[in-house]
């Protein structure tokens, strides 16, 4: 079956960078579209972006300019590169391909 594990959360300050992995097994990675999402506490999750097969990219309005989402499908690994990080962007981030889902990864960001 399709196991995602996503790493790369942590503790940063407002303005700093993250780099986040989901790394992929059981499935053919590069034919399937990548999706970041979050859930911040008492939130429901929500969007933030994704990556298509051919490498066409889409984002949340919020994270537009500060985010990129890239693939690297030899490795079948997705990143998603966080800059200029908020208090706001503070919740598990999880790595969504086809109907599977990863454990998610924490990201606090503290002002």
């Known amino acids: 079956q399709v196991q995602l594990v996503e790493s790369g959360g942590g503790l940063v300050q407002a303005g700093g960078s993250l780099r986040l992995s989901c790394a992929a097994s059981?499935?053919?990675?590069?034919?399937?579209?990548v999706g970041w999402h979050r859930q911040a506490p008492g939130k429901q999750r929500e969007y933030v972006a994704s990556?298509?097969?051919?490498?066409?990219?889409d984002y949340q309005g919020s994270v537009k300019g500060r985010f990129t989402i890239s693939r690297d499908n030899a490795k079948n690994t997705a990143y998603l590169q966080m800059n200029n990080l908020k208090p706001e962007d503070t919740a598990v981030y999880y790595c969504?391909?086809?109907?599977?889902w990863g454990q998610g990864t924490q990201v606090t960001v503290s002002s």
């Open positions: 990556i298509t097969d051919g490498g066409i990219t």
């Open positions: 969504g391909l086809g109907r599977s």
């Open positions: 059981g499935t053919i990675f590069s034919i399937y579209a």
